[in-house]
């Protein structure tokens, strides 16, 4: 059975992955205080979004691969379970992986989403080409491009 390094091996410490100095020192104050708004991660493939996100919500985060969960009735269902009430009131960390999937009809309806929910859900969305995501949406956003940086010394 041929095993798959890449998953197997994924970094689980941003020392771990190459990235730019400030960028690294951004995603560690995010890491290590939990105080981080909606993320938008840009990059091209194998840069490091994912893994970004996972290391930053841990196992708390429920994901939705959105180069298959990408229609209406997909985001309808993905905006009803955002509504609910978390245990304890804590907010709920969702990451949308390949966001620039969702058609752009699809996309108003998560753009309505963040708005109301965001006092109950923290989005961190992963995409390839910014270009494809509603402005409404970037701007809800913090920014972070991706990019091969160095490894940390």
Known sequence: MAIDWVYQYRPTSF??????????????????????SHLLLV????????TTARILCGD????????Q??????????AK????????????????DEFHKIPADAQTIFNKTMEDDAGRNTFIL????????????VSRCMTLRFDVGIINP
């Open 43 to 50: 990059g091209d493939t194998g840069v490091g979004k994912t």
């Open 15 to 36: 020392d771990e992955m190459a990235l730019y100095p400030l960028l690294r020192k951004r995603l560690e104050f995010y890491a290590t205080t939990g105080d981080f």
């Open 126 to 137: 992963c995409v390839n080409d910014i270009d494809a995501v509603a402005p409404p949406i």
């Open 60 to 67: 708390e985060a429920i994901e939705f691969n959105c180069a």
């Open 81 to 96: 379970q955002t509504r609910s009430t978390t245990l304890w009131g804590r907010q709920r960390l969702l990451i949308l």
């Open 69 to 78: 969960e990408n229609t209406r009735k997909d985001m309808l269902r993905i």
